[in-house]
């Protein structure tokens, strides 16, 4: 099926190890069922949507998400609701993924194709093959075949943000920077659903980040009261969060901040068929909704971004045929509209991340990088009780830089999210200084693309782009 794109293909011999260190379309758990993605009565309908799909993130041999670790042996028999073990098996390998969807989001295990033997992450596993996202991730007729192109069915997600720490105080209430006892910090079953989106919970489970904002907020109250001035960072998004933003489930929002939004439609597109998008819900509706749909680009870029640096190339085109739905006459879009809805948002990132160095939340900055730690004394800038909102401003920048189309999933609710971040971080109060601490920066580092220093007039113009997408401009109020 795959034959025209021989480039993606990494190692396609199911029977030996996979020595090249790339993932597979065939690893070893595919031996003997090749009608999980192919079908035996026509081998050439399907060769266009094989090639866009090994040409996308999700088809990428080489790719780290899936040929970076042996992530068969990354899983657990503990349960899901307690569980603080490694689970990557569940969204790194096709065998994982249907695992843990076809049990009602519960199953973690680890695995091994025939004949070899399971390990257990740390374990090192006998079989490291390693698995691409094959089509029965998605398709499946019933019967364990995919070529029937039915589509597979996720019943509502929920997900288990849990977390395993410590705090050191020995009077938690007090949060003292000065302590001796460690106390053991664990909270369990922190669930949290999602909307039921249809076909598009199937993208969800994957795409909900491991860690979010209100941990923080937990994690500082009863019983917990972890205590900031040592605390390990627990705000971790993982990697491509975009369901978690859409939806926002994700960020650290402030006390006595409004982030709600009334216009904001997003989340129902391919819901119920609102404006006319169908019933294939938010993700499938816009991602797959073009002449290219298993590439799942909305839109096309002058350069492909790269796993290690998003910000280049330009938005050339729009491709998706839903955003047409709503967004008409004076509201729509053009690629150059959305180009600059994806530079302002990244110059904001980088407008935050340059405030967190000013204020030397940072571990060394050398030629290639700025190191922010995950582990640092959070109540050191602002007093001992600050410690949460200074985290928060660490995780939101973490969440939204490893989703690269936050702009695009929730505009105003990532807006605002790094506009509260930024005027907190800046005096540690909400006092919407934030075009000030933005123009106050005497320097700035791409955040995604460590060579890339700003000063002197590419400061300012990161500077002015930044305070255009939070505020509208210059005086402008918080979005």
Not at 19 to 28: I, L
Not at 291 to 296: A, C, K, L
Not at 327 to 338: D, M, R, V
Request: aromatic fraction near 12%; charge should be positive; proline fraction near 5%.
């Amino acid at each position: 099926m795959l034959l025209n794109a021989p480039q993606h293909f990494g190692n396609m011999t199911a029977s030996l190890t996979n020595v090249r260190g790339r993932a597979s379309y065939v690893s070893s758990n595919f031996i003997g069922n090749c009608r999980k993605c192919h079908n035996p009565h026509d081998t050439s309908t399907a060769l266009e949507i094989g090639r866009q799909w090994a040409e996308s993130g999700h088809g990428d041999t080489a790719g780290s998400p899936r040929a970076s670790r042996d992530f068969k042996t990354y899983g657990t028999y503990q349960p899901v609701n307690t569980t603080f073990e490694s689970n990557c098996v569940r969204c790194h390998t096709t065998t994982g993924y249907v695992n843990f969807v076809s049990s009602g989001f519960t199953v973690q295990r680890p695995f091994a194709g025939p004949g070899f033997q399971i390990a257990q992450y740390p374990a090192l596993s006998t079989d490291t093959t390693k698995e691409v996202t094959a089509c029965n991730a998605c398709h499946d007729d019933g019967n364990g075949n995919a070529y029937s192109f039915k589509l597979r069915t996720v019943p509502q997600v929920y997900i288990y943000y849990n977390y395993s720490g410590s705090s050191t105080a020995t009077n938690p209430g007090a949060r003292a920077v000065s302590l001796q006892t460690s106390i053991p910090v664990k909270f369990n079953n922190n669930l949290v659903y999602y909307p039921d989106s249809g076909p598009s919970n199937m993208c969800i489970s994957c795409h909900a980040g491991r860690g979010y904002g209100n941990m923080i907020t937990i994690a500082a109250g009863a019983p917990y009261f972890l205590n900031f001035s040592t605390s390990t960072s627990i705000g971790s998004a993982h990697a491509f969060p975009g369901a978690a933003t859409l939806f926002q489930k994700i960020g650290y929002e402030y006390a006595g901040r409004d982030y709600s939004s009334a216009a904001f439609l997003h989340s129902k597109i391919g819901v119920s068929n609102t404006n006319a998008t169908g019933n294939l819900g938010p993700c499938i509706s816009c991602h797959m909704n073009s002449t290219e749909s298993h590439s799942f680009r909305p839109v096309a870029f002058s350069t492909e971004p790269t796993e290690t640096n998003p910000t280049v190339g330009v938005i050339g085109s729009l491709v998706s045929r839903t955003c047409s739905k709503c967004h008409t006459g004076a509201n729509s879009w053009t690629a150059t509209k959305l180009q600059g809805k994806r530079s302002g948002f990244q110059t904001a990132i980088t407008a935050l991340y340059g405030l967190f160095y000013k204020q030397g939340v940072v571990v060394s900055r050398t030629t290639t990088s700025w190191g922010i730690p995950t582990n640092y004394n959070w109540n050191r800038l602002y007093g001992s009780a600050s410690g949460p909102n200074t985290m928060g401003a660490y995780t939101n920048y973490n969440v939204l830089k490893s989703d690269w189309g936050a702009y695009a999933h929730n505009d105003r609710y990532v807006r605002r999210l790094i506009y509260d971040s930024i005027d907190w971080l800046n005096d540690g109060v909400l006092n919407n200084d934030v075009e000030a601490a933005i123009n106050s920066l005497a320097t700035a580092k791409n955040p995604w693309n460590s060579s890339v220093n700003y000063s002197g007039s590419e400061l300012l113009t990161m500077q002015q782009n930044a305070i255009r997408y939070l505020i509208g401009g210059p005086g402008g109020p918080r979005p």
